[in-house]
Structures are given as C-alpha cells and as structure tokens.
C-alpha cells in the first residue's frame, strides 16, 4: 500500500476498503476487531477472538473456513464474515487451561 504498518493500524477500515477496492476482492484485516471489506458493501469489525489465534497455522485455518462457506455458495463478503465471526467465536469459547493449535481448532470448526 505504500505505507507504513503503523499508518494502515491506525486506519484500518479505511485501509481495508482501500485494499478491496483496489484488487475488486473481499479483504479480511486480520487483527483485533478484525476488518471485513468489500467494495459496494459497508465494512465489518467482528467482534470475536483473542490472541490465540495469533497461533501459527490460524490463518489457514480461516482460509479453509472461508472456502469451505464459499462451497455452500455465500458471497465472498457474506462467507469471509461468517468465517471470520465463526473462527474468532471458537477462540474465545477456547477452554483456559487448554492451548489452542491450529489442528485442534480446526477439530473444533469442524
């Protein structure tokens, strides 16, 4: 984007509807409150999730989540902000004294 990741932090939604409006893509800005946007549709901030998913392998667990609620035939936007609500809701429902890997949290969206 030509700028710093201190700028996009700072503007998040802005910089997420940059992002889809320039690749003509639904974007999901990970981070917390994480951003979905896509162009002709007002941006979402999810409000689940926590720092666990910051777990190597999440992110891919997301992406499986997403395809998997394209199959089903959502539009992007719609399947990126059921996945992204659905994968952050796991998160937080994590049990405390259990750690989260990707293998088990898939097992659970499973």
Known sequence: MGCSTAHI???RVASAAQLAAFFGC???L???GTVIACQGQI???NPTGNAQL???GTGDVLAGLTAAKLAQGLSA???T???VFEHGQAADAWPAQSRLTASRLAN???
Request: glycine share 4%; charged share 10%.
């Open 9 to 11: 932090q700072s503007q």
């Open 108 to 110: 659970q969206l499973n």
């Open 54 to 56: 910051a777990a190597a």
């Open 77 to 79: 936007f719609e399947a």
């Open 43 to 45: 941006s979402r901030i």
């Open 30 to 32: 990970k981070g917390s």
């Open 81 to 83: 902000s059921q996945a």
């Open 26 to 28: 639904t974007v999901a």
